[in-house]
């Protein structure tokens, strides 16, 4: 059974940067579509930003210019990233990793908190 688990959320102060990781426990290659979605408190989950398996990427608005997705190359593990830069307030959230495969995976979160 495929899963996916999140790492390096945490706590930041506004303008700092932080990376995400998710690693599948099969090829990312695996999945027609990888994305990060995050859910904040009273909120419902958005998503911030996917990754195809072309390698094709797009943005929420809200992120552009700030986030970038990325997946290691095929040699280097299975991992997909989610570099946050410029971070604000309003991105503190539970980060979410998705993946298409035959069946719709998640991992289980991973706390970001954007706070001075």
């Known amino acids: 059974q495929m899963r996916l688990v999140e790492s390096g959320g945490g706590l930041v102060q506004p303008g700092g940067s932080l990376r995400l990781s998710c690693t599948a426990s099969g090829s990312i290659f695996s999945f027609k579509v990888m994305a990060w979605y995050r859910q904040a408190p009273g909120k419902e989950r958005e998503l911030v930003a996917r990754?195809?398996?072309?390698?094709?990427?797009?943005?929420a608005e809200s992120v552009k210019g700030r986030f970038s997705i990325s997946r290691a190359n095929p040699r280097a593990g299975n991992t997909m990233y989610l570099q946050m830069n410029s971070l604000k307030p309003d991105d503190t959230a539970v980060y979410y990793c998705?993946?298409?495969?035959?069946?719709?995976?998640w991992g289980q979160g991973t706390q970001v908190t954007v706070s001075s």
């Open positions: 990754i195809t398996a072309g390698g094709a990427t797009d943005y």
């Open positions: 998705y993946g298409a495969f035959s069946v719709d995976v």
